[in-house]
Each structure stands twice: as structure tokens, then as C-alpha cells.
T-cell receptor
Framework: DTGVSQNPRHKITKRGQNVTFRCDPI?????LYWYRQTLGQGPEFLTY????????KSRLLSDRFSAERPKGSFSTLEIQRTEQGDSAMYLC????????????FGQGTRLTVV | RKEVEQDPGPFNVPEGATVAFNCTYS??????FFWYRQDCRKEPKLLMS???SGNEDGRFTAQLNRASQYISLLIRDSKLSDSATYLC????????????FGRGTSLIVHP
């Protein structure tokens, strides 16, 4: 399977715990995006990388959130001290660095904070 | 004002109907436009890109109106399998390129 892969698919955690999600993009894609999606809403941009550089972060990304892409390949998104409002689907997408190129999405990690 | 706005619907149509969705965007510097389809509890998948000249793919037609800053999607001869959420996506060029999504329009095609 050469698509975007995300792990885990589901995560249930207690409030206050830290969680980490992983995304493996399509291998030749140098752009990687993280989005968050809640019910009835479209994906909301969180952050993006071009190769290993994190080029932009949304205002939505509080200081409890951190993302890395250390070697320009896979990426991790960590949420510290989770809150119930963090419950959402976290989507990763990757693309080539060309205009008008589509972004391919992984199946997402569904986070439930109890 | 949101950067990308869509009517959430739902649009409830019978099989065989023609249905159209619009999407407006606020940034006149936007350079790329797409329609994605998202099935319930699945990831978004590209339906079609939207070019300045418009484009057609089978029963689906997408149009771009830069002057009025909107894109449209027309679905002819609706099928039950077209039931999904249709997401409008707009991207800027130059500097940071971030595909920005609308909230999606829900389509329900019934027998």
C-alpha cells in the first residue's frame, strides 16, 4: 500500500494524558499537512511541513500541540495534557510541492478524550 | 468571514436529479481549487480539480468564477452512490500553500 498511512486509527485517552499520532506520507511527497475534523465541519488546518521544515502553524495549534517531521519523511503530532475539546479526527495529508497538485489523505486517527 | 464558505445542506434529491453546489472564497489571490468527496467516517478524496476554463468528468462539471470568487459543482443524473459530503478546497500560491477546506455540503440521493 503506497498511500498515506496513519497510526493508530483510534485512540481513547483520559483527560490530562499525552498522546502521539504518526503519519507516513506517500514517499515522494515533500509536503505534509495535519488537519483536525469534528462532526459536521470540514478539515481545519493545523500545521504543515515542507520536507523537515515546519513552515506554518494555525492559531488552532495551542502550545499543548507539537508536530515534528525529523527526517522529512514520517511526522508525529503530539497533544499534551489532553482536554475533552481535543476529541476529533486528526487527518494527515501529503502532496508534491507543485501548484494545483492534490493532497492525498490518510484514514485519520480518531481521538476520544474521556 | 470564513475563507471558504459552503451551504452545509443537506441537499435531498431523487435519483436522476441534477444538483448544484456553490462555494465562495474570500482570498482573491487563491490559485488552485478542488472538489473533494468525503463518505461518512472516511477520509476526503479528490473528486476533481477546478480549472479556469471549467472541467467536466462524466456526470460532474466544475466551474470557476474568479470575478465573483466562487466555484461550483454540478452533478447530473444523480445516483444513490453520490450520497456523500462534498468539500470545496481552495489554495493560495506563493509562500505557504495551504489547502483550505469549506465545511462541506451534504448530499443525500434517495430512490
Amino acid at each position: 500500500d503506497t498511500g498515506v498511512s496513519q497510526n493508530p486509527r483510534h485512540k481513547i485517552t483520559k483527560r490530562g494524558q499525552n498522546v502521539t499520532f504518526r503519519c507516513d506520507p506517500i514517499s515522494e511527497h515533500n509536503r505534509l499537512y495535519w488537519y483536525r475534523q469534528t462532526l459536521g465541519q470540514g478539515p481545519e488546518f493545523l500545521t504543515y511541513f515542507q520536507n523537515e521544515a515546519q513552515l506554518e502553524k494555525s492559531r488552532l495549534l495551542s502550545d499543548r500541540f507539537s508536530a515534528e517531521r525529523p527526517k522529512g519523511s514520517f511526522s508525529t503530532l503530539e497533544i499534551q495534557r489532553t482536554e475533552q475539546g481535543d476529541s476529533a479526527m486528526y487527518l494527515c495529508a501529503s502532496s508534491l510541492a507543485n501548484l494545483n497538485t492534490e493532497a492525498f489523505f490518510g484514514q485519520g486517527t480518531r481521538l476520544t478524550v474521556v | 468571514r470564513k475563507e471558504v464558505e459552503q451551504d452545509p445542506g443537506p441537499f435531498n434529491v431523487p435519483e436522476g436529479a441534477t444538483v448544484a453546489f456553490n462555494c465562495t472564497y474570500s482570498n482573491s489571490a487563491s490559485q488552485s481549487f478542488f472538489w473533494y468527496r468525503q463518505d461518512c467516517r472516511k477520509e476526503p478524496k479528490l473528486l476533481m480539480s477546478v480549472y479556469s476554463s471549467g472541467n467536466e468528468d462524466g456526470r460532474f462539471t466544475a466551474q470557476l468564477n474568479r470575478a465573483s470568487q466562487y466555484i461550483s459543482l454540478l452533478i447530473r443524473d444523480s445516483k444513490l452512490s453520490d450520497s456523500a459530503t462534498y468539500l470545496c478546497v481552495v489554495g493560495l500560491s506563493g509562500g505557504s500553500y495551504i489547502p483550505t477546506f469549506g465545511r462541506g455540503t451534504s448530499l443525500i440521493v434517495h430512490p
